[in-house]
């Protein structure tokens, strides 16, 4: 059996090396040891996301306010980029996969919240472009990591796996 992190590298096509470069530097430390870096992404990102034009997107949000959004997403990135851990201090474990549990966790979600993410962090002018392709590259593998862990979690509850499945890397 695969593991979710094989999953995520072939269908994300982002290797584990390269997701995880985000580890070979304090990034946190390297954009100047400060959370604004992370609230700007997060409310570029999420300013994206709330705007979008497709319902089937922004409903998946729907359940949640944008300023709640942003400083979750702002305080995981903080921590999971070398900073404080403020998500854990907050909200304990970020278990990212349960906490992505209620929601529809698809490749075709997985790719429109990656498209947001690129075009946030191409207007975010805080983060360098090295830091930004290596954040990309993570986000990416994540967002399959998380792909994986729904169809895991669906196949034990015997639904179908997803349509958009495949073993190929999405286009």
């Known amino acids: ?7 995520a590298s072939e269908w994300s096509g982002v290797a584990a090396a390269d997701a995880f470069a985000i580890d070979d530097v304090n990034v946190f430390e390297a954009l100047g040891g400060t959370p604004q870096p992370f609230v700007d992404l997060s409310t ?3 300013t994206r996301v709330y ?3 497709e319902e089937w997107f922004r409903e998946i949000f729907s359940g949640s306010k944008k300023e709640d959004a942003i400083r979750n997403q702002y305080e995981f990135l903080v921590q999971r980029m070398g900073g404080p851990p403020l998500f854990s201090q907050r909200r304990g474990h970020p278990a990212l996969i349960g906490r992505h549990r209620p929601f529809p966790v698809t490749h075709r979600a997985a790719e ?3 498209h947001h993410m690129q075009q946030a962090l191409d207007s975010t002018e805080s983060i360098n472009a090295d830091t930004k392709t290596k954040m990309m590259y993570f986000f990416r593998h994540t967002a399959y990591f998380l792909v994986a862990g729904n169809e895991m979690t669906r196949q034990a509850q015997g639904a179908p796996p997803c349509k958009h499945a495949t073993s190929k890397p999405a286009e």
């Open 44 to 46: 570029n990102f999420y």
């Open 51 to 53: 705007d979008d034009e």
């Open 1 to 7: 059996m695969q593991s979710l992190q094989d999953k």
């Open 112 to 114: 429109r919240w990656l």
